[in-house]
């Protein structure tokens, strides 16, 4: 069964209450009894926080740093539980892991970005947990493949779990960036088409990596249509033992839910009508743009004939470069902003130049519409 068809038991159901967004919050690592509890206490002053999130095992990127307190902290979580009422997650990235969290009555177990990119090793956790009815989060790949994302879903939910949410924590990106890890959300937006029935879960902490974005990362989050968010919460951030950067005390946290703007996804009858009729503007706006666009093809592949019976050469350095600068001058005053600008005139040109390779390979019909 593909991503499109999976069949996923509603959030609301596994996660202690129907109102979204579902609000997970907790250290980035568990520290010590007195730190757990310490920062339970404060997230017990936030209805809104349902589940009680620590990392017990940590994947640290170089060896000889913290690397969390292991089974020693599952008891921590039980009292976490028990005393406050909250449902409990964990990072597992082996069966052992598995093995230990649900002996420890661990409710959530989520699978990090770094083991998300293995498929052997998601097969052999989703393995491990057939038969049972644990809550899985997956967070997405380090990488930005959301085909590794939903393959991993899949596993899960082949191997039975139907208690399934995807955790969208950015990606690496070889780019400079503001971000720890570059959100890129038409990813999580193309998983939410892909798979309707999937709830996903944003982690302002680790797209952001610092604490001053957070507001703006979880607003969006919400914006977009996310379901949830999962923000990473210390009693005493600055000397947390991992990701200190992005910690914020339950009392920021409090403060930081109450300026989330929780807006409703759909609104009164009159509002549809009046959307509705943007809408068709917008619809009929696109037609003629690609209208237009057919037709600049066509000159496109009349030019790439003329050039090829001439022996000239597809690319005119000199045209591209003066037709870019007019391009860009022209949109800018039309209020359009640079980076659009400029992504679309390179996505215009390459197609103007694979159109041409074509001719000049003299391809058929197909291999124009194919985009080999
Ligand atoms: C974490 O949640 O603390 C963590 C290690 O996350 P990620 O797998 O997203 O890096
Ligand atoms: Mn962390």
Known sequence: MNCKELDITPLGAWTKGQDTPLIIAGPCSAESHGQMLEIAKGLAEIPAVRIFRAGIWKPRTRPGQFEGMGVEALPWLKEVKEQFGFLTAVEVANPQHIEAALKHDVDILWIGARTSVNPFTVSELAETLRGTDVGVMIKNPVNPDIQLWMGAIERFHAAGIRKLAAIHRGFSY?????????????????????????????????????????????????DLEMDGLMIETHDNPEIALTDKEQQITPANLKLLLSQLIIRKKSGTPNFQDKLEQMRSEIDRLDHEMLEILSRRMEIIDEIGHYKKDNNITILQLKRWREMLQERIDSGLASGLSRPFLMDMLQLLHDESIRRQEVIFRNENEDAKLDGA
């Open 174 to 222: 070889f780019r400079k960036s503001p971000f720890r890890n570059a959100p890129m959300w038409e990813l999580p937006i193309e998983l939410k088409r892909i798979c309707p029935a999937l709830p996903v879960i944003t982690d302002p902490s680790h797209i952001c990596g610092n604490t001053s974005m957070l507001l703006a990362v979880a607003q969006k989050a919400l």
